[in-house]
Structures are given as C-alpha cells and as structure tokens.
C-alpha cells in the first residue's frame, strides 16, 4: 500500500508451528502497507489485531475468543496457507470472535485488503466515540455497542434502505434519526417522518405521491406528498407494519424504482431518498398470516437490525437514568443515586423499555428537591415496590377508611369491636370451608372460644353461617 501516508497501528500474533520462516516475510509485507505492529498484551487485550495461523485448533479458538472479549476488538483471523481452512472452521473462528476470515494467499495483494479492513474500523470507531453519536445515544453494554457499531457503518458508507425492529421505547425512532444524520451525502436534505398508524386509507395517496389541484374535490391547490418531499434526504416509515397490504401495494414501485405518479397526473416524477423503516411486529409472523406481504418487506428491508429491550442490555439502566437526570438538570451537577434508590431502579421490571425508564426517571425528579442524592422518598407511591404483607401493616390505609367512616356516621367504640370480631370470623370459618378447629387456630382461640362467640353472634341476630 505504497500511497498511504497515515500510519497504521495494530497488534500481531503469530499461532504458527514454523515460526520463523513466515515471521519475517509476513511482517515486512504489512509494514510496507503502513502498519506499525506490536505484539498483543494478553493481559488486556485492546484494538484492531490479526492473527496470523497455520493449524486450525481449540488453542487457536481459545485464543482469539480471549483476545476479543471487548466488542471494540476487531481480529482477523489470517491463515498463511488456504489449504487450513475448511468450510466449517470459517464460521467457527467468527463465532469464537474473528471478525474476518480468510487466506493469506487468497489474493494478490493481502496486506492491502488488512490495511482496507483496519481503516474501516478505525474510521467506525472514531464516529462511535464522536460527540454525535456520545451525545444521543446511551449505552456501553457489549449487546448495544455491537449492534451500534453495525448501525454506525451502514448508515455511512452505505445507501441501503434500512429496517428496524424492536419493542415499542427501544429507541427505533431516535435510530432513524442517527441514520439519517449519518448518512455522508453531501447535499443531503431533510428527515421526513410519516406515522404509518395515523395515515387516513382515502388520503393515502394524497399523503404519500402528493395531488394536483381539483384532483379530489377538497383539493383546492396542489400538494407534494411524502416522496417528493424526501428527495435527496430521508424518508422514516415509522410503525410500517401498520400499513395495510393494499396500500403497500400501491408503494412498490416508488420503493423500488423511485418513481411515482401524483394523485391527479399522468406524469412519472423521479424522487431519491433514503428509506428507513420501523416496526414493533414481527413482520415474518406478518407475512405468515397474509397481513404484510413479502414483495413489500423484501423492498425496505435490504439491511435490518432489532433493538434490544432494555431487560436484555440491563448493564445501560443507570447510564439512561444518569443520562436523562442530566437533561433534567443541565444546568446543575449531576446528582448521586442513594443505594436503595439504585438497587430499585435495576431490580424494576421496564415493560416499555427506554421510554418507561424516562418517564419513571422524569417523575423521580419532579420530586426531588436539594442538591443531595435522589432518595427513596422521590420514588412515587404507585412506583414504590411491592412488599408481602407482615403482622405489621395488615390495618393499612382501606382499615383505616373503615373506622373512620364508622365514626362519621356515629357508630361507637364497642359496635366497631363486636362487627370487626363477627367480621373476623366469619372470614376464617369461610376460608376453612366450615371447619372450626383449623378457623380456631387461625384466630388464636380456643375451639370452646370460637363455638361460643358464634352462638352469642346467632343470638344477636348476626349469625356466621
């Protein structure tokens, strides 16, 4: 790679039973492509590496599984012969952790296609640790990151139209939106987003290809629709799995070919744009029962990508909430969570996942006062916890309502005793089915005790039957 002026570092490991007749060449090739190679630290293990190999073996396997415990670690596995590598060992190295495969006299110029790789990772990396994506999108856990990076590469240095999928509060929106920002067009315009669950059937057309003037009766001017306004920019499909199947119809030919027809006009107009579609269905459960149909998905979905919930990436709950208390705050520092507060807000259920987390976060806050930690008095009431009953707090607030509501309508002292006794044991003879000594126990009286509060009960006219 002789015209490369930058640099390019990167650790090297040699797993060869001929050490040193292929060290020497190997290392002077890649240094005359621009690499500056160190051994690898096996200790902590960072970086873009390669490894270079001429026996397939549970060592090796091991060994790269090691190295690539961090999801910013990019390995390519580079076996000095072809003749190592047999069909199922390529797929084995990537699931130990390589992130490529292949020969090192699989082509003519092997050393250019390392420094290729190594760039495009350096490059991903630098736009995943940039204000950009730092400042919007939260998350450091490996099932995140990893899928980040993917999202990161494909919205820049590709065109591709773009699915995704994930529970509802996973973030799919704010996604599109990092894809679009991402996207290295140089006159690229803007973001139009169309809520596919609020698009009107009669309207459809209108909304998506635009009308002319008189071309229904309350088209009194001519409108562009969602296509046209899309050009040389994005165009977000969000909740796409709500279109219904006739109108995805009527959607094929814009998405594959970019042309369409005003609602009204007999003139083909040309559009460019990026697609970009988000669904919280599965779509191939969809396509299964005839509601989606799969000429349609096969168009948006060149590339797609599933947001994780947040019960799958738990190691980001503290991150959001820290994150979302900053936007709170911004301009005050940030604030400390007290331990109960932390264990409670990684231990609760997030059946809206992202979203659910915010809102909780946002009420947590509103209560807040003072520059000292969040405490478990900012927690909301209905947020508290569930906690299983004890001896203690059986006369809780509906008790409580009981005797007052008594007391207002006049009822002393003694009659509250005598109906709270008769209540009690009608309840426990009930639950027993009738048998008195297991109602008795219950009550912590006597059998005598209990046949003779329930006789005085059926003389009093209150009986427990």
Not at 45 to 68: A, H, K, R, T
Not at 86 to 99: F, S
Not at 369 to 396: F, H, M, Y
């Amino acid at each position: 790679m002789s015209e490369m002026t930058n640099k390019i570092e990167g650790w090297c490991h040699f797993c060869l039973r001929d050490h040193a007749a292929y060290k020497d060449k190997l290392s002077a090739a890649l240094d005359s492509a621009g690499f500056i190679l160190h051994p690898v630290d096996l200790s902590t293990p960072q970086g873009s590496g390669m490894i270079f190999f001429d026996e397939v073996n549970q060592p090796l396997y091991d060994f790269i599984g090691e190295v690539s415990r961090s999801s910013s670690n990019h390995i390519l596995a580079i076996a000095t012969d072809h003749s190592v590598l047999v069909e199922d060992t390529y797929w084995r190295l990537l699931q130990a952790g390589a992130a490529d495969v292949f020969a090192w006299d699989h082509s003519v110029e092997p050393s250019r296609e390392i420094a290729a790789r190594f760039k495009r990772w350096e490059e991903v990396d630098t736009l995943m640790g940039s204000p950009l994506v730092q400042n919007n999108i939260v998350g450091q856990s490996p099932a995140w990151t990893s899928l980040l990076r993917q999202i990161v590469e494909v919205a820049r240095y590709t065109d591709v139209s773009i699915l995704i999928t994930g529970e509802s509060g996973t973030g799919k929106e704010l996604m599109a939106r990092l894809i679009h920002t991402l996207d290295a067009r140089p006159n690229k315009r803007n973001l139009v987003v169309v809520d596919c669950t609020t698009i009107v059937p009669d309207l459809s057309g209108s909304e998506f290809f635009g009308h002319e003037r008189g071309a229904f009766t309350s088209a009194i001017a001519a409108r562009d629709g969602a296509f046209m306004l899309a050009h040389e920019g994005t165009l977000f499909l969000d909740e796409v799995g709500e279109l219904p199947p006739g109108l995805q119809a009527e959607l094929l030919r814009v998405v594959q070919e970019r042309t369409y027809k005003r609602v009204g006009s007999n003139t083909w107009n040309k559009t460019d744009f990026r697609l970009v579609c988000a669904t919280n269905r599965d779509l191939h459960q969809s396509m299964a029962q005839g509601d989606f149909r799969q000429d349609f998905y096969y168009r948006i979905a060149a590339w797609t990508c599933k947001l994780p919930s947040l019960g799958e990436r738990p190691e980001d709950i503290l991150p959001l909430a820290h994150y979302f208390m900053q936007q709170l705050r911004p301009d005050q520092e940030s604030l400390l969570l007290d331990g109960p507060v932390l264990r409670y807000l990684l231990k609760r259920n997030y059946p809206g996942n992202v979203r659910d987390l915010k809102q909780l976060v946002t009420r947590i806050m509103h209560r807040h006062v003072g520059p000292g930690p969040i405490t478990v008095g900012d927690i909301p009431k209905e947020e508290r916890p569930l906690l299983e009953a004890s001896a203690c707090d059986w006369g809780d607030e509906t008790f409580e309502r009981a005797i007052r509501r008594a007391l207002l309508v006049g009822v002393g002292l003694k009659e509250i005793g005598r109906t709270a006794e008769n209540t009690a044991i009608r309840i426990a003879v009930a639950n027993e089915n009738g048998n008195l000594p297991r109602a008795a126990s219950k009550l912590g009286v006597t059998d005598r005790a209990l046949q003779m509060r329930r006789a005085t009960q059926r003389s009093q006219g209150n009986g427990a039957d």
